[in-house]
Each structure stands twice: as structure tokens, then as C-alpha cells.
């Protein structure tokens, strides 16, 4: 069900209000008046969304049991969507069209008269939609932490965001703001008293040639290129320095590139590939695309902390996660006790995330930056030189 079984995709929103003291039943209140299937207005674009209490498309029973765990409150956005066949649409305008132009002298169709079998065509198969033969139903889990007041969506396309965010201010009148690579660089920022250093910073020149911009980042204001900075670091700290790293609050994590990496070309013009071994960073291809200026866009990471081993895809800019295999829980607890360890194992799996990208950020912001990117520069070299 949801964040609780199998393995974890989600992209991480901070909900703009106060947490809620605890989650109960004015909140499953609030679920079932915006239950799915409950309204039907569709936005513009024909595509109606509500929520559904996670055992299947069709569950919209809220309670207690089911929906809170271990202060998470976890259901579904059900996303519906009318979308007419093509084929079908083409058939009955043609069987539409062969009636209307039998009689013709010419033997051949108006125009006035293919406009009309168009017409009648769309109209007869959206008559036939109303009774939901062709409507097509996503969900996508969601959970609401109360500890730390943030949400989890279960993607990592932004393709349904704006439906999310819209339905979840509608139903319990606080704004979602996604936690990207730029808006986390802020707010570790802000705790430690460097915004401006945020502010004032571009792309980093690793490679001669460096674009000052970063073609899929489109918003000049935004600094989630931090994140392409963040992975391509993690990659030469464990290639140079070590697999370890000591964490602000005084633990390690041991971590490796493994499993998926994805690069691309910053000035849009190299084009991207997408690497696929246990070790991608050992590859010879991937040492040259990042010799020639690509940055990383995802990687495959294995992580161990507090000996809890974590496997997942880290996005670069949105920091979503995907694919995330968790520790698997107790076996001696019961079935509640396991779903209240799946809840502790996600927090786990995000604060090591957190505490590693902070680690980069204390760098990245730090007095040490230069002499840390001097180092990256000349570890490009003298790839470069070993592999000519």
C-alpha cells in the first residue's frame, strides 16, 4: 500500500503552515469531501482528481487503521482522465463521411461535409464516454509526515504536480512547495547563516569551456543546478578522498555511485547518455563525458548509515528519489510494528540524504570551495591524461 510496500519513488514538498498536532478525524473528513469520483467538474482539460484511501483505484473509505501511522497520514491522488480512441474516432468519421457523400456527383467529399463528420463523429464518441468506458484512472500514494511537516509524492515526473498541489491547498488550505535542489541549498542555508553565498552562485567552470548556464534549467533564479554540482562531487570524493563521509550530526555514511547514471550536456549541445553497470564511474565512456563537460542529471547511490543499508536513484535538481529499497522490518514485530518501521525507515533514508547534500553545501559554501574545485579541475586533467 502506498509508501508501505516495495520499494519508494516520491518527490518531497514542505507544506507552507503549521504541522498539524496530530492527524485525526477532521483530516479523513477532509479526505472523503474530496473523495474521487465525489465531484463532477473537470478542469479545462477534462482531467478530474481526488483522493482514494490506498487499497485500490476504487477505495474511498478513510479511517484511522488504514490511513494514519505513526503521525503519517498516507492516501492516494487518483487522477481521471478521458482520452478517446483515436482509431475509433477516425472510423466513425470515415463511416460518418461515406454517408454524407454517397450522392455526390464528383464522387469526392466537401468540405463543408468532412467539417460535419468530424462533427458528428467526436459528438457520437463523447456520448459514449459519459458512461466511463473510456476514462482512465492513475493513482499516485501520498504521505503527509507531521513530524516534519512535509509531503511525499510518489513520483518523480512533475507531470501531475500543479493536480496535487491544487487539491491539497483545496482540501486543507495550506500551499505545498516542492523541495528542490535549490530551495534545500536555501534553507540549509538559512540555518547557517549563507543565503547570499546561495544567491550570488552560478555553475561552477569544471572543465574549460563551461556554459555560465544550464540549458534544462530554464528559470534564471533558480539554483537547482546545485543538485548536477552535488552528484558530479559525490562522485570524485569517492573516487579521490574516500567512500565515507562524516555527517553534521557526527555519524558516516558509506556510499557508491552504482547500478544507473545518467549524464548530459549543460550547453544542450553533446546531447546525454545514460550508463547502466554496477559501477558506472569506473566506465572509461563516463569518464569522458564528464571530461567533456557533462554533468550528471541522476545516479544510482547505495548508502549505509548506522549499519542501515539504503539502495536508490537520487534526480539531481529535484532531488527525488526512485526505486529506494528500504531496510526490511523486524520480523519478530507485528503487522502494525512494521508499518510503524516502514514510517522510521523513510525518515531515516531522508535524513541521510539530508545531512549528505549539507555535507556538500558546507563545501560548496564554504571557505574551502575554491581549493575544492581547483581539485575537482585537476582530477578531470589527470583523468584525462591517464585515459590518452
Known sequence: MGFFAGRATFLRFKVNGPAPRQFDDEHLARLTDRQAGRSRIASADGVETGWTAGEHILDT??????????DTLTFDLRVDTDKLPGDLLRAYYAVELKALSKNNPSGFASARQKREAKEIARGRLEQESKDGRYRKRKCVPVLWDRLTNEVLFGATSLTQVDRLCSLFEQTFGAELECVTAGRRAYHLAEINS???LVDDSAPSAFVTGSAADVAWIADESSRDFIGNEFLLWLWYYTDVESDTIKLADNSEVTLMIARTLNLECPRGQTGHETI????????PEARRAIQSGKLPRKAGLTLVRHSEQY?????????????????????AADARGKLDDRANQLRALIET???????F????????????????????????????
Open 61 to 70: 473509505e478513510f479511517d484511522f487503521a488504514k490511513n494514519i501511522i505513526n
Open 194 to 196: 549563507r543565503t547570499r
Open 276 to 283: 547502466t553497470h554496477e559501477g558506472p564511474t569506473r566506465l
Open 311 to 331: 539502495e536508490l536513484t537520487l534526480h539531481a535538481e529535484t532531488l527525488g528519489v526512485a526505486g529506494a529499497k528500504l531496510p526490511p522490518p523486524d520480523e
Open 353 to 359: 540524504l539530508d545531512l549528505l547534500y549539507d555535507a
Open 361 to 388: 553545501g558546507q563545501k560548496r559554501f564554504g571557505r574551502e570551495w575554491e581549493k575544492e574545485l581547483q581539485g575537482m579541475q585537476k582530477w578531470l586533467k589527470r583523468e584525462e591524461r591517464r585515459a590518452a
